[in-house]
């Protein structure tokens, strides 16, 4: 079975050192020449969360020179911004995937591939691992977690495929279950980014820091209420107080660790606050929810990323 990661940062990496050991034919897609040339030369070192390093020799590509090629499934983990222009490049592989995994935070990752992939070859994945870049091939596994993976659509179009990968994986003792309600599992993944990316970027805290304070616990709770009520009316019926819970546990259990916005932040990044609290309120207007906790959240995440470097491009969604 041939596989493609896209996406050469945390999780891409984290995957392609464990893809390449079961799938011999898997290869890395990565956005530069420099990082291409960084791994072929050296591998992928990756070091576990007991501390051990292991260096994984890979196979990877710069994705300019991908074309009229084909690949059995695609594992796609770059930022929500990228999505369009990689559904965008899927046009140049000479026949469509048989399963493509979307990896995005946030919501409305499958938008993009509507119009470019057959029906039935769309998935999307949720994972609570963490992992951490070092390096342009280093890559620190920093928690173990579940990773469920299930369609957009109700059937698949290659059920074999899928199951061919989950057995593999799981085989391999990856914990990684099939899941019939992804969307679901995203927006119950985007109560959590909801509460705590922002709030963990505005107060330059890792996630455990939101528990120390009052305050930072009622904006949490407001948070998510107004998500809450917004999935609801896309038919998700969850409950404000066991989302906040969820929230609350995943501070605890990752105290230490900053949060993806607050690194995104700290490194002068545009974040992926428009997919996160952005598209609750986009969602909540179109539904007739207000939702001016996440509407406030959104803009000062905008004025914050307003401090980046000016060359690249304005947040999306900036006036
Ligand atoms: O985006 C992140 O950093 C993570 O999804 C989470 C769950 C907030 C933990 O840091």
Redesign the pocket.
């Known amino acids: 079975m041939r596989i493609a990661v896209w996406g050469g940062g945390s999780l891409g990496l984290l995957w392609t050192a464990r893809l390449t050991p079961l799938f011999p034919e898997a290869v890395l897609l990565v956005r530069t020449e420099k990082q291409r040339d960084w791994i072929r030369e050296r591998g992928i070192l990756l070091t576990r969360p007991s501390g051990e390093k292991e260096r994984i020799p890979a196979a990877v590509r710069w994705i300019g020179e991908v074309v009229n090629e084909s690949f059995d499934c695609l594992f796609i983990m770059v930022k929500q911004r990228d999505l369009r222009e990689v559904a965008e490049s899927l046009t140049a592989f000479s026949r469509p995937p048989s399963l493509v995994l979307l990896w995005q935070?946030g919501l409305g990752q499958d938008g993009p591939f509507g119009s470019v992939l057959p029906p039935g070859v769309l998935c999307g994945a949720v994972t609570?691992e963490?992992a951490l870049r070092e390096g342009p091939g280093e890559v620190r596994h920093t928690g173990e977690g579940t990773t469920w993976i299930g369609p957009f659509s109700e059937e698949l179009a290659h059920p074999g495929i899928a199951a061919k990968l989950m057995g593999k994986l799981k085989d391999a003792g990856i914990s990684i279950e099939w899941e019939n309600r992804i969307v679901r599992r995203i927006w119950e993944?985007v109560m959590?980014?909801c509460a705590?990316?922002p709030l963990?970027a505005l107060l330059r805290i890792p996630?455990g820091g939101l528990l120390h304070s009052d305050d930072a616990r009622f904006l949490m709770k407001s948070i998510v209420e107004e998500a809450v009520s917004v999935a609801r009316a896309e038919g998700i019926a969850l409950e404000a107080e066991d989302m906040l819970k969820r929230a609350e546990e995943?501070c605890r259990k990752?105290a230490v660790?900053?949060?993806?916005?607050?690194?995104d932040v700290e490194r002068g990044r545009l974040t992926e606050i428009d997919w996160i609290n952005g598209e609750v309120v986009r969602r909540g207007a179109r539904a007739g929810i207000e939702t001016p906790v996440n509407q406030t959240l959104v803009r000062l995440i905008h004025l914050l990323e307003m401090r980046r470097d000016p060359d690249e491009c304005p947040p999306a969604g900036s006036s």
């Open positions: 935070n609570t963490g993944k959590v980014n705590i990316n963990t996630n995943v990752t660790n900053r949060s993806s916005m607050l690194q």
